[in-house]
């Protein structure tokens, strides 16, 4: 069978040496380097930097007032079945309870008080509502036992509690969180750019015909990443959150979130996730070379959701199981997306595979 006459610009990246993809590298990371140093320097304005402090805040305060309003629901629940004869509580009344609690957003806390010293305030603050001559009243007699004290329960709006919020222990603290602030905005700001950066390198190696497909990756990839890192941020924390404090419970120790350790974790989480979710790509680009095969995939499944575990228990900083799961599921979905992808975008023949 006569060969075909391959194209002209079959092998017009094939005279690039490796001196000059390694400069082409250096190009590239330079440029993405001053990006990402223009971006974060808009990320120092106060402003920008407040608010991104305040969002970052958000998924865990909102799992510190789940956290303590259940504990509120569970203490309050108690007390009210404690005052009816039989000791239980009817199921609507429990559920009334609950309800009040979270609808108003609201924490209990109990205190003892002496009644005669509350009887003896009330008197001289108001004599004619309490009677009693404030002028000739003695002073309340000092409780001699804990028997003397009535056990009150007072509600406070849980955001008034200072439990929710996060802490700073030590004084560079603030400073520190302003920095990463600044460089979260950074790296969102400049990513789009930093990813056109990283294709443009990679289809310096690439032919011309498939240079095209860098106008597709490029937005793909993005989006997975954004995708991860949204997956992260609004579905993952707060749920693992909850899973971690449920531990502070059962074993009776008091949370005390610091805002430096919170920000490392909350940094950490979403550019794992972001991160994890290019695997589609990756696949495709080993597919597209030539490394593995489409049966591969399919055959080794077992063995990539196996690896996919392994990973997704490296990349969570917390190491948790849950947050684990949380991470492995749609990277799971993911691998076989990337079957799928090579399957419909299929690597084109070489002009000489008829030979």
């Given at each position: 069978?006569?060969?075909?006459?391959?194209?002209?610009?079959?092998?017009?990246?094939?005279?690039?040496?490796?001196?000059?993809?390694?400069e082409?590298?250096?190009?590239?990371?330079?440029?993405?380097?001053v990006a990402?140093?223009?971006?974060?320097?808009?990320?120092?304005?106060?402003?920008?930097?407040?608010?991104?402090?305040?969002?970052?805040?958000t998924?865990?305060?909102?799992?510190?007032?789940?956290?303590?309003?259940s504990?509120?629901t569970?203490r309050?629940?108690?007390?009210?079945?404690?005052?009816?004869?039989?000791?239980?509580?009817?199921?609507?009344?429990?559920?009334?309870?609950?309800?009040?609690?979270?609808?108003?957003?609201?924490?209990?806390?109990?205190?003892?008080?002496?009644?005669?010293?509350?009887?003896?305030?009330?008197?001289?603050?108001?004599?004619?509502?309490?009677?009693?001559?404030?002028?000739?009243?003695?002073?309340?007699?000092?409780?001699?036992?804990?028997?003397?004290l009535?056990?009150?329960?007072?509600?406070?709006?849980?955001?008034?509690?200072p439990?929710?919020?996060?802490?700073?222990?030590?004084?560079?603290?603030?400073?520190?969180?302003?920095v990463?602030?600044?460089?979260?905005?950074?790296?969102?700001?400049?990513?789009?750019?930093?990813?056109?950066?990283?294709?443009?390198?990679?289809?310096?190696?690439?032919?011309?015909?498939e240079?095209?497909?860098?106008?597709v990756?490029?937005?793909?990839?993005?989006g997975l990443?954004?995708?991860?890192?949204?997956l992260?941020?609004?579905?993952?924390f707060?749920?693992?959150?909850?899973?971690?404090?449920?531990?502070?419970?059962?074993?009776?120790?008091e949370?005390?979130?610091?805002?430096?350790?919170?920000?490392?974790?909350?940094?950490?989480?979403?550019?794992?996730?972001?991160?994890?979710?290019?695997?589609?790509?990756?696949?495709?680009?080993?597919?597209?070379?030539?490394?593995?095969t489409?049966?591969?995939?399919?055959?080794?499944?077992?063995?990539?959701?196996?690896?996919?575990?392994?990973?997704?228990?490296?990349?969570t900083?917390?190491?948790?199981?849950?947050?684990?799961?949380?991470?492995?599921f749609?990277?799971?979905?993911?691998?076989?997306?990337?079957v799928?992808l090579?399957?419909?975008?299929?690597?084109?023949?070489?002009?000489?595979?008829?030979?």
């Open positions: 069978m006569p060969l075909r006459k391959p194209d002209k610009d079959l092998f017009a990246n094939s005279t690039m040496t490796f001196g000059e993809h390694l082409e590298l250096r190009k590239c990371l330079w440029k993405s380097v990402l140093v223009v971006c974060t320097c808009i990320g120092l304005i106060p402003m920008v930097s407040g608010a991104v402090v305040a969002m970052v805040q998924p865990l305060e909102h799992a510190l007032a789940t956290y303590y309003e504990d509120t569970e309050a629940q108690e007390i009210a079945a404690a005052q009816r004869p039989d000791g239980e509580l009817p199921p609507d009344e429990a559920d009334r309870i609950a309800r009040f609690i979270d609808e108003n957003h609201l924490l209990m806390e109990e205190v003892l008080v002496n009644p005669d010293w509350i009887l003896h305030e009330l008197r001289r603050h108001d004599p004619a509502r309490f009677g009693g001559d404030p002028a000739a009243a003695d002073a309340a007699p000092m409780p001699t036992s804990r028997e003397d009535v056990p009150m329960l007072l509600f406070h709006p849980t955001g008034d509690d439990r929710v919020r996060t802490k700073s222990l030590a004084v560079q603290e603030p400073f520190m969180i302003y990463k602030a600044s460089l979260l905005v950074g790296v969102l700001l400049a990513s789009p750019y930093v990813f056109y950066q990283i294709w443009s390198f990679v289809a310096a190696g690439l032919y011309p015909r240079k095209h497909y860098v106008h990756f490029l937005p793909f990839s993005l990443f954004l995708a991860g890192a949204a992260a941020f609004f579905f993952v707060e749920p693992l959150l909850l899973f971690l404090f449920s531990f502070n419970r059962s074993l009776g120790i949370t005390e979130p610091r805002i430096t350790e919170w920000m490392h974790f909350m940094l950490l989480m979403p550019l794992g996730f972001g991160v994890s979710f290019q695997l589609p790509l990756v696949m495709l680009f080993m597919e597209r070379i030539g490394v593995v489409i049966s591969s995939y399919l055959k080794q499944w077992r063995i990539a959701v196996l690896v996919i575990f392994i990973a997704a228990m490296i990349l900083p917390s190491s948790d199981p849950y947050s684990m799961l949380l991470m492995a749609p990277l799971t979905a993911l691998y076989f997306g990337g799928l090579c399957k419909h975008m299929p690597r084109r023949r070489s002009p000489f595979d008829e030979a």
